[in-house]
């Protein structure tokens, strides 16, 4: 008979679609994996392993399907889970699971179990609607963001809906009125968006574990003039933004310091020699999380895409063939890029 902690250290090192399996062994084990002691210090340790990179690639005869692959190397794309429909909004992965609405209903998927739940409607339909989701990684908790409203000049309801809990939504309070105009990004348990107020652009912050709204971030002068052509991405831990001044040229403004609002800028020229000379339509779309290589989408003259990992420092690129899909539009326009995907435990 071995230990509860040897017991706990073995199931450690186990991956999350073994766990599944293991949920049936015995209540005892089905117990310890989950606790939220056990939760806890597997997401923690899941955090220092190798990260992978996850993109979404619309389907380009329905624009309302998306197929998700997941790259742990560079020179190696697997299709890593499925092909799922998302007839409205854009969808997003945080901390390993994914959000997505189809049919006017927000869905929760988690590709390392191959299981999702629907979330409960929170109101009847209103057409203006906007959604985030982020991870509290002190309590292991995941929270869904709601905006939604009847009329364009009306304010924005705010509801938050967490991921395990008493299974309904929360009404929270804003104080500054804003309405939600850019992609998420969550880092730290801190989701960043821009959004349209009073006095511009701002950016705005949700705190995920105290589900309130920071002050508003302005965005730099020089960065606002590119509006429609910038894009907030994970850098090195940082939010960033991500300015694309033409084909080959881009600043990245990373947010030093959100209280004092503090901005440095980085500007990036991706050399042509680094691809192949079939390649065209190049665009900057992230990065890949710790090791800061670039993130390029592109196509060739038949329109197959392809991603391209660039080291700046090294010279070197690695490019990836994804899988004969064709795109004759921009590969950007159909490519999301989720530079810090780990296996979550969360068991739908």
């Known amino acids: 008979m071995i230990s509860e902690d040897l017991l706990v250290e073995i199931l450690l090192r186990l991956p999350v679609k073994t766990l599944a399996i293991c949920l049936c062994v015995s209540k005892l084990w089905a117990t310890i ?48 889970i ?32 191959r299981k999702g739940v629907l979330l409960p409607q929170s109101a009847p339909y209103k057409p203006f609607r906007k959604w985030y989701m982020g991870y509290d990684p002190i309590n292991c908790q995941y929270k869904v963001l709601f905006f939604s409203k009847e009329k364009l000049l009306c304010p924005y309801k705010v509801e938050v809906f967490t991921l395990g809990g008493q299974g309904s939504w929360k009404m929270i309070e804003v104080e500054n009125n804003h309405s939600p105009a850019t992609r998420g990004v969550c880092i730290d348990g801190v989701v ?10 701002r950016l705005e912050r949700f705190y995920v574990a105290t589900e309130k709204f920071g002050n508003f971030i302005e965005i730099p002068i020089e960065a606002s003039k590119f509006y429609g052509f910038f894009t907030f991405v994970n850098y090195q831990g940082k939010l960033a933004l991500l300015v694309t001044k033409n084909i080959s040229m881009y600043d990245l403004w990373v947010l030093e310091d959100a209280g004092k609002q503090e901005w440095s800028k980085v500007s990036i020229v991706l050399p042509r020699e680094l691809f ?73």
């Open 82 to 113: 499925c092909c799922v429909d998302n007839t409205s909004l854009t969808p997003d992965c945080v901390n390993g699971l994914i959000c997505l609405e189809d049919m006017h209903r927000l869905w929760i998927y988690n590709p390392a179990t």
């Open 33 to 80: 994996i989950r606790s939220r002691y056990f939760i806890n210090l597997y997401q923690s340790r899941s955090s220092t392993h190798q990260q992978h990179v996850m993109f979404a690639l619309r389907d380009i005869f329905t624009f309302s399907r998306w197929h998700f692959f997941l790259s742990s190397q560079p020179s190696l794309v697997t299709n890593a």
């Open 276 to 348: 192949s000379y079939d390649l065209v339509c190049l665009e900057l779309v992230g990065f890949v999380a710790g090791s800061g290589e670039l993130i390029v989408t592109a196509r060739d003259q038949s329109f197959h895409l392809y991603l391209v990992y660039v080291d700046l420092k090294m010279k070197r690129s690695n490019t990836v063939w994804l899988g004969g899909i064709r795109c004759s539009y921009r590969p950007s326009l159909l490519v999301l890029t989720f530079t810090d995907y780990v296996e979550s435990i969360m068991f739908l």
């Open 192 to 201: 960043y968006y821009g959004s349209h107020t009073a006095h511009g652009l």
